[in-house]
């Protein structure tokens, strides 16, 4: 399996910011590991240019779970993937808040995506409430059970755990509570997709940085990291390429 460091600048990055990932194309051209960043869709054609012919690979951050039509302001699945787009982040916590986006929806995003031949990152991930209260992993249950399409595979599927309280807060889990979530993640996937679950990638998300990176690379089951503040600057997400790739 190739570990994955996906970066999601979430609404952040004009074209100036483009100069970014022409330093870390840059900086690591080569990684060991996969490099994905995710940028807002206005961004993705200009920054899949640059990308193409290097390792860093492209992703929306949500799309339509239809393929046209009239859905104002939404952008479909196979526009991303005529933008130059591979991957597509969907269901992340910010949309379920946002847009109250259910697993149904973010499941149906997913059959989507994965039909046009992107890979659909499926992100998860219980509040602070949840966790005080000792729902994590019933709800990290139901999330998965409803929001990955049944026949995904290895190629087509990452699971992203992020928990929700973690984003953006500069807290994270014990090392201990991230290897419990992503081994019952590992385990429920296996229930559900078999054989293929072995090589799905699962990645880690919520206040990762250069600082973090290499402890939570080493916790069994955590096949990359999805970064949020931190992949806005090439020198902070090349450090956590650089972690994961001597991981
Ligand atoms: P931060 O890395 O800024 O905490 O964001 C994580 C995230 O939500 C990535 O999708």
């Known amino acids: 399996m190739r570990k994955l460091a996906a970066g999601n600048w979430k609404m952040n990055g004009t074209a100036a910011s483009l100069s970014e990932v022409a330093a870390l194309l840059r900086d690591h051209p080569t990684p060991v590991c996969e490099m994905l960043l995710c940028p807002p869709a206005t961004l993705i054609t ?124 500069g807290r994270t889990p014990t090392l201990q509570e991230i290897a419990d979530v992503h081994r019952f993640i590992r385990e429920r996937l296996t229930a559900k997709i078999g054989a293929e679950a072995a090589g799905v990638r699962l990645l880690y998300g919520g206040s990762v940085k250069p600082s973090n990176a290499t402890e939570i690379f080493a916790v069994p089951h955590v096949d990359g990291a999805l970064v949020g503040g931190a992949s806005l600057k090439a020198s902070d997400f090349g450090a956590i390429v650089a972690a994961l790739s001597a991981a």
């Not at 597509?88 to 949309?95: A, D, N, Q, T």
């Not at 929001?147 to 973690?166: C, H, N, R």
Request: hydrophobic residues 45%; glycine residues 12%; contains cysteine.
């Open 46 to 169: 200009q920054m899949a240019a640059l990308a193409k012919g290097t390792a860093l690979h492209i992703g929306g951050q949500d799309c339509h779970a239809k393929s046209s039509g009239a859905h104002t302001g939404d952008v479909s699945a196979s526009m991303l993937m005529d933008a130059g787009a591979t991957h597509v982040i969907l269901g992340h916590s910010e949309r379920r808040t946002d847009h109250a986006e259910t697993d149904a929806q973010v499941n149906a995003k997913a059959v989507a995506a994965i039909g046009v031949g992107l890979v659909a990152v499926v992100c998860i991930g219980e509040t602070e409430g949840q966790r005080d209260a000792g729902q994590t992993l019933d709800v990290i249950g139901t999330q998965l059970a409803g929001s990955v399409p049944d026949g995904s595979t290895a190629a087509t599927l990452v699971v992203a755990y992020e928990p929700v309280w973690a984003i953006g807060t």
